[in-house]
């Protein structure tokens, strides 16, 4: 029970204090750390998306046309071959085989997997004693080329296990497996599936 005052009201209860209000410079903080978490995300999902997904490629040169044309954009997607191995007419990206342009990425045509037999023959091209019929390279012969400095090709030429023979769509004007040989099968890192861009050309390969 209260006890009333002199005038006869119950005593007056103090009202705790507000909270302090946090200060402004407590507030930037947080609108920072808030923005650098997101670009923290989006790096780690752009990361991730081009290591593990997919990745886009400018075609530098016309090994590949008129397939693909020097300048296109294309996708080269990852998914595929966690699963499966390149096949035969598959466009893919890999590394280039060349040490003095180590790092670079090359696009080429799979034309055989190991322990296939590849034949050059007049300037049309065999898979195991069969002539390929390749409408993509617009009738061009397919003729060998020197080799890479200390590389030897002999045909027919035998494509070994974990390998795989490449060539561009444009046999008269691509350094392909005729130059340096089959390239590793670890050593592709996507296949080609899409051009975005120019407009003009977007549509799947």
């Not at 990206?93 to 034309?111: W, Y």
């Not at 050593?187 to 977007?202: C, E, M, R």
């Amino acid at each position: 029970m209260y006890q009333r005052d002199y005038a006869g009201y119950p005593p007056t209860v103090p009202t705790p204090p507000a909270p302090p209000e946090p200060s402004r410079a407590f507030g930037m903080l947080r609108t920072v750390i808030s923005v650098l978490v997101l670009v923290a995300l989006v790096v780690v999902l752009s990361w991730g998306l081009r290591t593990f997904v997919f990745q886009a490629y400018e075609i530098p040169s016309g090994s590949m046309e008129a397939t693909i044309m020097p300048g296109d954009m294309v996708f080269s997607e990852k998914i595929t071959y966690y699963s499966s191995d390149p096949q035969p007419g598959d466009i893919v990206t890999f590394e280039d085989p060349d040490p003095e342009h180590a790092g670079r990425i090359l696009i080429k045509r799979v034309i055989a997997t190991g322990g296939q037999t590849v034949d050059l023959q007049d300037g049309r091209l065999y898979v195991d004693g069969v002539l390929q019929d390749e409408p993509y390279t617009r009738g061009e012969p397919s003729y060998p080329l020197t080799p890479y400095y200390g590389t030897e090709i002999e045909y027919p030429y035998t494509v070994p296990e974990g390998g795989l023979w490449v060539m561009g769509d444009n046999r008269t004007n691509s350094q392909d497996s005729r130059y340096f040989g089959a390239i590793k099968k670890s050593s592709v890192t996507g296949k080609a599936i899409f051009i975005y861009w120019p407009l003009s050309q977007v549509g799947p390969l």
